[in-house]
C-alpha cells in the first residue's frame, strides 16, 4: 500500500475516525449538541475530501477496494444523504429521553458500511461492508427502546437480514467455488468467452440475488420493508430508503456489469422479472396505505423496480441514468421522510396520512416540501424526479427494453394515485394537531431538499454533463 | 426574449401572488390583473412590429438547456400560436375579474394557481421543442388539480383525481410516443435531438409511424376531448369552480386541438391521412353524443359541458378534412366556444352564487327577477346553436364548408349536430329563464362589474361574427403552411384534394373575398 493509496481512501478514513473520537469524547463529556456538532462537522470534512481525492483516481487498492470515479459519485451521494438525515435528526432524537448521543455513532458505522459497499471489488469487501450497515441498522431501527414498534421492527430486521446474509455469503462461496477467485474482476475475467454462467455461478448469482434483493426490498423479498420503515424512527426509515439501498445499488451494478450479466439470457429473465413484480406489486399496496410511513416504503420497494431496468441496458449510458435517478430519488426521499420527522417527536409520530390534514393552511412551507416530494416521485415537471424518470425512460427505450418502459408507464400512473392521496389530504381541511413546530436547523435542511428537487427538475443540464462527463464502469 | 418573457412574468406574478395572498385578498387579485394585462399589452405591441404572411415564425427564440439530449428551450410563435396565446390571455384576465367575488378563501393560493395554468398552456402554444412541450402539457396538471380539488364543489376529490389521471396516463403515451420519434430521428440522422423543427420531412416507416402517432393522439385526444375518452370532462367541469370551468373549457380543451395542428397533421402526414376517416367519424359521434348527452342534464354546468363534447367534434372533424377552408372554420371554432361556452360556464357561476343550486328542475321563470342575465343567456345560448351573426356561426359554417369537401356523408351527418345544439341551447333558455317560477328566489341582477364581463363577451362574440377576418388573416399562413405538401391535400381524398392542394392560396384569397363584403 502506497501514501497514494491513503489518500485516495480518505473519505473512508474520516468517516471510520470520527465514531471513535466520538467515543472518546462521549466516556469524557456526555453532551448532545457537541456530538451531533461534531456529526455535521465530519461528515462535511469527508464530503470535502472527496475532492482531494479526485486527483488519485482510479486506484486498486490490494485487490479489495476500488476507488474510482464511479465509486466517488456513490461515497458523494451517501455521504451527503448521510449529512442529511443527521441534520434532520437533530430535533426527533433530541426529544428522546434517555441515552441517545450513541445514535449519531451508529449513524456514522453504517455509512462506513455503506461507503465499503460503494468501493467493493472483492467479495469479502461487499460482505463486510453489509455487514457494518446491518448491524448498525439494528440499532438504529430499535433505537426507541421504550417503544414496541421500534423493537419489534429491530428484531424483524436483524432476523430477516442474517437470513439473507446467509443467502448471500452461500451465493459467493458458490461462485468461489466455480471460479476459483472472490475478485469481481477475476470473476468477469474467468467468465468471459467460456459459457461458465451455467451451473454453480446461475446458482450463486441467483442466492446472491436474494440476500441483495433483500437489501433493496425487491419483491418477493419485500416483507419486512413496510414494518420496519413504521417501527424504525422516521429519520432512520429515510436513511435505510436512500443509503442503504443507494450503497448495495452501487455494488449491484459494479459486479453486474463487470460480469457482463445483462449478456446472460437467464440473469437477464430474473432481474427483469423481478424489476417488473417490483413495480407492479409495490405500487398496488400503496394504494390502500394509511400510514405515510408504510406508502412511502412501498414507493420505494416499486422505485428499486424502476432502477433495476438501468441494470439491463448494460451501457454507461444507462449507469449514468441510474446515478442521476439515485441522486433525484435520495433528495426526494428525504425530503418525504425529512418532513414527517420534522413534524414528529420521538414520542408520537405523525405518521396517518389523516394526520396531514389541513397542513397546507397550518403549515405552508412543510406541505410545500412534501407536496414537492410527492410530485417529484411521482414523476411531474418543475421537480427532479421528472427529469430522472425522463433520463430512465430514454436509455431503457434507447436499449430496446420495451416491455419494461410499458410495465413502468402504467406503474408511473398507479403510482401517480396514491400520490396524490397524500397532497390532498393535505389541502382537505383539518386542525392543527399541535404539531411540533420546525427548528431553524430543520427549516434549514428543507431549503437545501427543496432547492435540490426545483434545480433538478428546472435546470439539470449541468448535473448531466457531470455524470456523462465522470461517470463510467 | 418576449416570449419567454409572457411565460416568465405569469410565474413571477403566480409567486408574488402567492406570497401577497397573506396581506390581503385584494393584493392577489390585482396582481394577477396586471401580470396578465402586462403579457397582453406586451404581446399585442411586439407582434404588431412584425409581420409574417408568407409563414414563417413571427417570433423564434432558442436558448440552451440540456444540451446532453439535444433539448432546447425553443419557443416561437406563428399566426395560430397568436392568436392562441391572445385568446388565453385575454380569457385568463376574465378569470380573474368573475373569481372576484367567488372565490374567498385561500386567494393568494388560487391566483398562484390561476397564474400557473395560463402559464403552462401559453409555453404549450409556443413550444417548439418537444421536450418542452410535454413539460408545458404536464405543468398545468397540477394546478389545475389544486384548483378542482380545493374550490370545486361537492365531489371535488374524486373529479381532480379523474382529471389529472385521465390526462397523466394519456400524456404518459405521448412521451413515449415523442421519444420513439427523437430514436427514429437519431437513427437516420445520428443527431438526438427534440427540436420541432429538424424533426419536420422526417421519414418514418408507416407501421412505425402510425403507432407513434397513436401516443401523440391518446394524449390529445383525451384532452379534446373525443367521445370514447371524455369520461373526465363532464366532472371535472362541473365540479370545478367557475373560473377553472371556463380555463377548462376555453382552453385546456383548445390545447388538444391545436396539437393537433401543430404536432400530429405535420409530422405525421401520411399516418394521419389515414387516420382521417377515423378521425371524422369519432368527430360525427363526438358532435351526436355528446349533444344527446347534453339535453339529457339537469345539472347546468353538466349540461355545458356536454355541449364542450359535441362542439369539439366539430374540431377533429375540420381537422381530418385537411383543407384550409376546414382549418380556418377549426380555428373560429376554438375562438366562438371558448368565448361561448365560457360566457355559459360563467352565467352558471353567477346563477350558483344567487341560488346555490346547479339543478335547472329548480329554476325557471328568472327573467323576471334577472332580465339582464336572462337576456345574457339568452345570446350565448344562440350562439351555442349557431345563430348566425355570431361567431360560432362562422366557424361550424366553415368546418362543415372544408367537410363537405372531403366527405360529404360526414358533413351531412354533422349537419344533424346543428339541430340537437338547437334543442339543448334552447332547453336552457326554457328551463333556468323561462316557464314558471319554481321557488321564490329574492335575486340581484348582475353588478357592474358582472355586467362588463359579460359585455365584453358579448361584443367579441358578435365582433367575431360579422367580422372574423382579422382572425382568419392571422392564422391563415400557419394554416396553409401546416397543409403544405400533406398528402391528403395532393392524392388523399377524393375531389377535395385536388382543389384545395392546387388552390390553397386561392381558396384562402377567395375565403377572405367571401367575409369581405360584410
Known amino acids: 500500500m502506497t501514501i497514494a493509496d491513503l489518500y485516495s481512501m480518505?473519505?473512508?478514513?474520516?468517516?471510520?475516525?470520527a465514531p471513535v473520537v466520538m467515543m472518546i469524547v462521549i466516556s469524557v463529556l456526555r453532551n448532545y449538541e457537541v456530538i451531533y456538532g461534531f456529526s455535521v462537522l465530519a461528515f462535511i470534512v469527508a464530503f470535502a475530501s472527496l475532492f482531494f481525492t479526485g486527483s488519485f483516481l482510479p486506484r486498486s487498492i490490494e485487490s479489495l477496494l476500488i476507488v474510482d470515479v464511479y465509486s466517488l459519485f456513490f461515497l458523494g451521494i451517501i455521504i451527503a444523504s448521510a449529512l442529511l438525515v443527521t441534520i434532520l435528526s437533530h430535533d426527533y432524537i433530541g426529544t428522546f429521553g434517555g441515552v441517545k448521543e450513541e445514535y449519531f455513532l451508529a449513524l456514522f458505522t453504517s455509512t462506513l458500511g455503506a461507503s465499503l459497499l460503494a468501493v467493493a471489488g472483492h467479495f469479502v469487501i461487499f460482505f463486510l461492508g453489509l455487514e457494518l450497515l446491518s448491524v448498525s441498522l439494528y440499532i438504529l431501527v430499535a433505537f426507541q427502546r421504550s417503544?414496541?414498534?421500534?423493537?419489534?421492527?429491530?428484531?424483524?430486521?436483524?432476523?430477516?437480514?442474517?437470513?439473507?446474509?446467509?443467502?448471500?455469503?452461500?451465493?459467493?462461496?458458490?461462485?468461489?467455488?466455480?471460479?476459483?477467485?472472490?475478485?469481481?474482476?477475476?470473476?468477469?475475467?474467468?467468465?468471459?468467452?467460456?459459457?461458465?454462467?451455467?451451473?454453480?455461478?446461475?446458482?450463486?448469482?441467483?442466492?446472491?440475488?436474494?440476500?441483495?434483493?433483500?437489501?433493496?426490498?425487491?419483491?418477493?423479498?419485500?416483507?419486512?420493508?413496510?414494518?420496519?420503515?413504521?417501527?424504525?424512527?422516521?429519520?432512520?426509515?429515510?436513511?435505510?430508503?436512500?443509503?442503504?439501498?443507494?450503497?448495495?445499488?452501487?455494488?449491484?451494478?459494479?459486479?453486474?456489469?463487470?460480469?457482463?450479466?445483462?449478456?446472460?439470457?437467464?440473469?437477464f429473465v430474473v432481474i427483469s422479472a423481478l424489476a417488473i413484480l417490483s413495480m407492479f406489486i409495490g405500487n398496488l399496496l400503496a394504494l390502500k396505505q394509511q400510514n405515510i410511513k408504510r406508502l412511502l416504503a412501498y414507493s420505494s420497494i416499486a422505485n428499486m423496480g424502476y432502477l433495476l431496468v438501468l441494470l439491463l441496458?448494460?451501457?454507461?449510458?444507462?449507469?449514468?441514468?441510474?446515478?442521476?435517478?439515485?441522486?433525484s430519488y435520495f433528495v426526494t426521499t428525504i425530503g418525504a421522510f425529512g418532513v414527517i420527522t420534522l413534524l414528529s417527536t420521538s414520542r408520537e409520530e405523525t405518521e396517518k396520512i389523516d394526520d396531514y390534514r389541513g397542513l397546507f393552511w397550518t403549515r405552508p412551507w412543510a406541505a410545500l416540501v412534501l407536496t414537492l416530494s410527492m410530485l417529484s416521485l411521482a414523476g411531474i415537471p418543475f421537480t427532479a424526479g421528472f427529469i430522472a424518470k425522463f433520463y430512465l425512460i430514454l436509455e431503457g427505450m434507447k436499449a430496446g427494453l420495451m416491455l419494461l418502459i410499458i410495465v413502468m408507464i402504467i406503474n408511473s400512473v398507479i403510482g401517480l394515485y396514491y400520490y396524490l392521496r397524500v397532497i390532498t389530504s393535505m389541502f382537505t381541511p383539518g386542525d392543527d394537531a399541535g404539531l411540533p413546530a420546525i427548528s431553524l436547523n430543520g427549516n434549514m435542511a428543507l431549503v437545501l431538499i427543496t432547492l435540490g428537487i426545483l434545480i433538478l427538475g428546472i435546470y439539470p443540464g449541468w448535473l448531466i454533463n457531470i455524470i456523462t462527463r465522470l461517470v463510467s464502469l | 426574449m418576449i416570449l419567454a418573457y409572457l411565460i416568465l412574468i405569469l410565474l413571477a406574478g403566480s409567486l408574488l401572488a402567492l406570497l401577497t395572498g397573506r396581506k390581503g385578498n385584494l393584493w392577489p387579485r390585482v396582481i394577477s390583473v396586471a401580470a396578465v394585462s402586462l403579457d397582453l399589452v406586451l404581446l399585442i405591441i411586439f407582434s404588431s412590429r412584425v409581420s409574417g404572411t408568407d409563414g414563417k415564425w413571427l417570433m423564434d427564440l432558442q436558448l440552451e438547456w440540456i444540451p446532453r439530449f439535444?433539448?432546447?428551450?425553443?419557443?416561437?410563435?406563428?399566426?395560430?400560436?397568436?392568436?392562441?396565446?391572445?385568446?388565453?390571455?385575454?380569457?385568463?384576465?376574465?378569470?380573474?375579474?368573475?373569481?372576484?367575488?367567488?372565490?374567498?378563501?385561500?386567494?393568494?393560493?388560487?391566483?398562484?394557481?390561476?397564474?400557473?395554468?395560463?402559464?403552462?398552456?401559453?409555453?404549450?402554444?409556443?413550444?417548439?421543442?418537444?421536450?418542452?412541450?410535454?413539460?408545458?402539457?404536464?405543468?398545468?396538471?397540477?394546478?389545475?388539480?389544486?384548483m378542482i380539488g380545493i374550490w370545486g364543489h361537492e365531489n371535488r376529490t374524486a373529479a381532480s383525481y379523474k382529471f389529472f389521471l385521465y390526462t397523466q396516463a394519456s400524456g404518459l403515451l405521448m412521451f413515449i410516443a415523442i421519444l420513439a420519434l427523437v430514436f427514429v430521428h437519431e437513427s437516420t440522422s445520428g443527431t438526438l435531438t427534440f427540436d420541432y423543427v429538424q424533426l419536420l420531412g422526417l421519414e418514418i416507416p408507416a407501421a412505425k409511424e402510425l403507432l407513434i402517432m397513436s401516443g401523440f393522439l391518446a394524449a390529445f385526444l383525451v384532452k379534446l376531448p373525443v367521445v370514447p375518452l371524455h369520461n373526465w370532462l363532464p366532472d371535472a367541469h362541473s365540479q370545478a369552480p367557475t373560473a377553472g370551468s371556463v380555463i377548462l373549457a376555453a382552453l385546456l380543451l383548445k390545447t388538444g386541438a391545436y396539437g393537433l395542428i401543430r404536432f400530429v397533421v405535420p409530422l405525421?402526414?401520411?399516418?394521419?391521412?389515414?387516420?382521417?376517416?377515423?378521425?371524422?367519424?369519432?368527430?360525427?359521434?363526438?358532435?351526436?353524443?355528446?349533444?344527446?348527452?347534453?339535453?339529457?342534464?339537469?345539472?347546468?354546468?353538466?349540461?355545458v359541458a356536454y355541449t364542450s363534447v359535441?362542439?369539439?367534434?366539430?374540431?377533429?372533424?375540420?381537422?381530418?378534412?385537411?383543407?384550409?377552408?376546414?382549418?380556418?372554420?377549426?380555428?373560429?371554432?376554438?375562438?366562438?366556444?371558448?368565448?361561448?361556452?365560457?360566457?355559459?360556464?360563467?352565467?352558471?357561476?353567477?346563477?350558483?352564487?344567487?341560488?346555490?343550486?346547479?339543478?335547472?328542475?329548480?329554476?325557471?321563470?328568472?327573467?323576471?327577477?334577472?332580465?339582464?342575465?336572462?337576456?345574457?343567456?339568452?345570446i350565448f345560448s344562440l350562439?351555442?346553436?349557431?345563430?348566425?351573426?355570431?361567431?360560432?356561426?362562422?366557424?361550424?359554417?366553415?368546418?362543415?364548408?372544408?367537410?363537405?369537401?372531403?366527405?360529404?356523408?360526414?358533413?351531412?351527418?354533422?349537419?344533424?349536430?346543428?339541430?340537437?345544439?338547437?334543442?339543448?341551447?334552447?332547453?336552457?333558455?326554457?328551463?333556468?329563464f323561462f316557464g314558471k317560477m319554481n321557488h321564490e328566489w329574492e335575486i340581484a341582477d348582475l353588478n357592474l362589474r358582472e355586467k362588463i364581463v359579460s359585455a365584453v363577451l358579448v361584443v367579441l362574440v358578435v365582433a367575431l361574427g360579422l367580422f372574423p377576418r382579422p382572425v382568419l388573416n392571422l392564422a391563415g399562413p400557419a394554416i396553409i403552411k401546416t397543409l403544405d405538401s400533406h398528402p391528403a391535400q395532393l392524392t388523399g381524398l377524393p375531389d377535395s384534394g385536388k382543389s384545395a392542394g392546387n388552390g390553397k392560396t386561392a381558396s384562402f384569397n377567395q375565403l377572405s373575398g367571401m367575409f369581405k363584403k360584410h
Open chain 1, 10 to 17: 480518505m473519505p473512508l478514513i474520516v468517516i471510520a475516525m
Open chain 1, 313 to 327: 441496458t448494460g451501457t454507461d449510458k444507462g449507469i449514468q441514468a441510474a446515478v442521476f435517478y439515485l441522486i
Open chain 2, 383 to 432: 350562439a351555442s346553436l349557431g345563430l348566425p351573426g355570431l361567431a360560432n356561426f362562422v366557424a361550424e359554417l366553415l368546418t362543415l364548408l372544408g367537410t363537405f369537401k372531403a366527405s360529404v356523408l360526414m358533413a351531412s351527418l354533422a349537419c344533424l349536430g346543428l339541430v340537437a345544439a338547437t334543442i339543448y341551447s334552447l332547453r336552457i333558455v326554457q328551463k333556468v
Open chain 2, 268 to 303: 405525421f402526414p401520411s399516418a394521419s391521412a389515414a387516420f382521417a376517416p377515423v378521425g371524422m367519424g369519432l368527430g360525427v359521434i363526438g358532435i351526436l353524443y355528446g349533444a344527446k348527452l347534453a339535453f339529457a342534464q339537469t345539472d347546468l354546468k353538466r349540461l
Open chain 1, 147 to 267: 417503544k414496541d414498534t421500534s423493537v419489534e421492527a429491530g428484531i424483524k430486521y436483524l432476523l430477516l437480514a442474517s437470513v439473507s446474509s446467509a443467502f448471500l455469503l452461500f451465493g459467493m462461496a458458490l461462485i468461489y467455488t466455480g471460479t476459483g477467485t472472490m475478485q469481481f474482476a477475476g470473476v468477469a475475467s474467468l467468465l468471459k468467452g467460456s459459457d461458465a454462467m451455467a451451473g454453480f455461478v446461475s446458482v450463486g448469482f441467483s442466492m446472491m440475488m436474494v440476500g441483495i434483493g433483500f437489501k433493496l426490498a425487491l419483491v418477493p423479498f419485500h416483507m419486512w420493508t413496510p414494518d420496519v420503515y413504521q417501527g424504525a424512527p422516521a429519520p432512520v426509515s429515510a436513511y435505510i430508503a436512500t443509503v442503504s439501498k443507494g450503497a448495495v445499488m452501487a455494488v449491484l451494478i459494479r459486479f453486474f456489469f463487470d460480469i457482463r450479466g445483462y449478456d446472460s439470457r437467464f440473469f
Open chain 2, 310 to 378: 359535441s362542439h369539439m367534434g366539430f374540431v377533429i372533424l375540420g381537422v381530418f378534412a385537411f383543407n384550409v377552408i376546414a382549418y380556418q372554420g377549426v380555428v373560429m371554432q376554438m375562438i366562438a366556444h371558448a368565448i361561448s361556452t365560457g360566457a355559459l360556464f360563467i352565467l352558471a357561476g353567477q346563477l350558483y352564487e344567487r341560488i346555490h343550486t346547479r339543478d335547472m328542475d329548480q329554476m325557471g321563470g328568472l327573467w323576471e327577477k334577472t332580465p339582464v342575465m336572462g337576456a345574457i343567456g339568452m
Open chain 2, 70 to 146: 439535444g433539448i432546447s428551450l425553443h419557443l416561437a410563435l406563428d399566426g395560430l400560436s397568436l392568436v392562441m396565446v391572445l385568446l388565453t390571455l385575454f380569457l385568463g384576465i376574465i378569470s380573474v375579474v368573475i373569481s372576484w367575488k367567488e372565490i374567498n378563501s385561500r386567494v393568494g393560493f388560487f391566483h398562484f394557481n390561476l397564474l400557473l395554468i395560463l402559464a403552462g398552456i401559453i409555453g404549450v402554444f409556443l413550444s417548439l421543442d418537444l421536450f418542452l412541450f410535454y413539460f408545458f402539457w404536464e405543468m398545468m396538471l397540477v394546478p389545475m388539480y389544486f
